[in-house]
Antibody, heavy 116, light 106 residues
């Protein structure tokens, strides 16, 4: 069955870095655009970034542009989010999301906490 | 593109019919989806292309609208429907979400 499993979350101080990973299985990962979406505690959903199937097209939310980098390895069926210069306001559960249709597949999320 | 979702919270009873609206700041055609999200879980796709029911979603959920104004309707609320709902536009990046609607039991 389809699975997206995020990892790499944790606690970090402001200014620090983390790299999130999302391992895909059960579908042809290399065919589809993938996204990162986050949700701060008690808040709504925020789209963070997307990457096209062959990494040709990438875009970011203004709130993370220049600090976060999305990438993928189709051979490994994995999606990544390198997060640098982290801020307190980046604290959130980070979800990977994608698939053949909009919002088809979501991971369970990984919590990133940025605190001094 | 900004999405304005209303109301932000809604109290209703089992069996009620409720509507949630999502207004886009510019024309997004039918490029809108609706999600349901239960506490501690990832969102679950309900409606895509503004009005197409995702496979496996109960028929009491329906979506309508195009352009800038969209509606999610739940025709007869069931106990499991009392949770949060979000719209998202897929017309252009960034794929913005509405602020969400929390549906509570009256």
């Amino acid at each position: 069955q389809v699975q997206l499993v995020e990892s790499g979350g944790g606690s970090v101080k402001p200014g620090g870095s983390l790299r999130l990973s999302c391992a895909a299985s059960g579908f042809i990962f290399s065919n589809y655009y993938m996204n990162w979406v986050r949700q701060a505690p008690g808040k709504g959903l925020e789209w963070v970034a997307y990457i096209s199937s062959s990494s040709t097209f990438i875009d970011y939310a203004d709130s993370v542009r220049g600090r976060f980098t999305i990438s993928r390895d189709n051979a490994e069926k994995s999606l990544y989010l390198q997060m640098n210069s982290l801020r307190v306001e980046d604290t959130a559960v980070y979800y990977c999301m994608g698939g053949p249709g909009p919002g088809d597949y979501w991971g369970q999320g990984t919590l990133v906490t940025v605190s001094s | 593109i900004q999405l304005t979702q209303s109301p932000s919270s809604l109290s209703a009873s089992v069996g009620d019919r409720v509507t949630i609206t999502c207004r886009a700041s510019q024309d997004i055609s039918s490029n809108l989806v609706w999600y349901q999200q239960k506490p501690g879980k990832a969102p679950n796709l309900l409606i895509y292309d503004a009005s197409t029911l995702q496979s496996g979603v109960p028929s009491r959920f329906s979506g309508s609208g195009s352009g800038t104004d969209f509606i999610l309707t739940i025709s007869s609320l069931q106990p499991e429907d009392f949770t949060s709902y979000y719209c998202q536009q897929l017309n252009s990046y960034p794929h913005t979400f509405g602020q969400g609607t929390k549906l509570e039991i009256k």
